[in-house]
């Protein structure tokens, strides 16, 4: 974990919050590569569940929803993490993450007893408008779900679609975690991508299935080793109070095992609440069987900063080329910020410069997410690239200019993976790269 924080410090993927005022827990910042790599994240869950699909309806709800909507859904009365105190140290933990030994809990810290935990509410509370009285209270959302459930209607009205169909979302969400911890595994301030997804009744189990095994092909999208994605059926003890089923997917992060994300079948738990609470009618009328009821709801629930931490641990590799140890990431094409990097071999000699920024103009044209880079030698520019999982170099120099007319117009392009090199002429450069990275 520590080389893999410092890396994405070092390389400008993601900064701690607030670093310069010393922080603030539980908040990171993502640099110019780490916005790169969670947009490449981002919209290949977009493209695979709203894009390529007929049923499903994106949306992006306010954060600041209505405190009724908290009431209703439970939160406020039960979304909360068992807290325990060090009488000692006065550190604060989450009862349900340290182990009991002969029935007793310690503090992870300096070994004191624990007292009994009490629970606490992991909604951060804020007041809207000027007024600061329980009429204004409001939260910051701790899930995108909820501006799903409670623009149900909405979709309904406008769309008028035919069961089973989904809502999408991709936002921000809150939560006042006891103990933030693990980088970006844990924190206060979270992005998630949440589908709820409704069915008839009868029907839940088939659409359960269908979302397993998408929620599979996604984390195959994003390139993470199959073998280091679990699923976990969760009992029945175990599963949040309004869920039937649930399986929470995990992975081997660094620091062990951990859920990645879950999929659960909701009933009619949310539709049912929102409609006691708000007094408005969110039933469906089925015109094939004339009859009108609350869908029911399956909902796939993606974290996307532990999709990042478990893209950028699986791709951290260490290696020795060329007699020298290298650390690189092995990103798949997809998700990598950065696809070519184009470099003249010297940065002193204008007519190298000129024609690696034609080749770059001509490159970026095509794939996008091409770079120049003219700084420092070779060697550092390779290592650098590699650092940030760069799967291709382009390398122009004097042969290039014709110092070697048979090599007139051609280019080294180099392989991250293998550190090879090969020759190719510019008219067959972009195919080639086009071919090997989408
Ligand atoms: P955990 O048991 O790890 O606290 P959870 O079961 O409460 O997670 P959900 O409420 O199901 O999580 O949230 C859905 C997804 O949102 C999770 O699978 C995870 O990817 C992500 N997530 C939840 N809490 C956090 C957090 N504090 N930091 C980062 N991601 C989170």
Known sequence: MEKIISLCKRRGFIYQGSEIYGGLAGTWDYGPLGVALKNNIQNLWWKRFVLDRE???????AILMNQNVWKASGHVAGFAD???????????????????????????TDKTILGAPRMFNMMLKTNVG???????????????????????????????????????????????????????????????????????????????????????????????P????????????????????????????????????????????????????????????????????LPHCIEPSFGVGRTMLAVLSSAYTEDELGGETRAYLKLSPKVAPVLVAVFPLLKNKPELVGKAREVYTNLKKELGRVVFDDNGNIGKRYRRQDEIGTPFCVTIDFDTLGEKPELLDTVTVRDRDTGEQKRLSLKELTSYLRDALI
């Not at 909820?146 to 921000?172: E, T």
């Not at 997804?197 to 979302?211: A, I, L, Q, R, T």
């Not at 006691?276 to 015109?287: A, I, K, N, Q, R």
Request: proline fraction near 5%.
């Open 55 to 61: 049923d499903m309806y994106g949306m992006d709800a």
């Open 82 to 108: 068992p807290l325990v105190e060090c009488p000692k140290c006065h550190m604060r933990f989450r009862a349900d993450h340290i182990e009991d030994v002969d029935g007793v809990k310690h503090c992870p």
């Open 130 to 224: 000027a007024l600061e009285d329980d009429s204004s209270i409001s939260y910051l959302r701790p899930e995108t779900a909820q501006g799903m459930f409670v623009n149900f209607k909405n979709v309904l009205d406008s769309f008028h679609p035919k069961l089973p169909f989904g809502m999408a979302q991709i936002g921000k969400a809150f939560r006042n975690e006891i103990a933030p911890r693990d980088f970006i595994f844990r924190v206060r301030e979270l992005e998630q991508m949440e589908i709820e997804y409704f069915v008839k009744p009868e029907n839940w189990d088939g659409s359960f299935e269908e979302f397993r095994k998408e929620m599979w092909n996604y984390t195959k999208d994003v390139g993470l």
């Open 226 to 293: 199959q073998e280091m994605v679990h699923e976990l059926e969760v009992a029945d003890g175990d599963r949040a109070h309004y869920s039937k089923r649930t399986i929470d997917f995990e992975f081997d992060f660094p620091f062990g095992k951990s859920e990645l994300y879950g999929l659960a079948y909701r009933t009619d738990f949310d539709l049912k609440s929102h409609t006691t609470g708000s007094t408005v009618d969110l039933s469906y009328f089925d015109e094939e069987s004339k009859t009108r009821f």
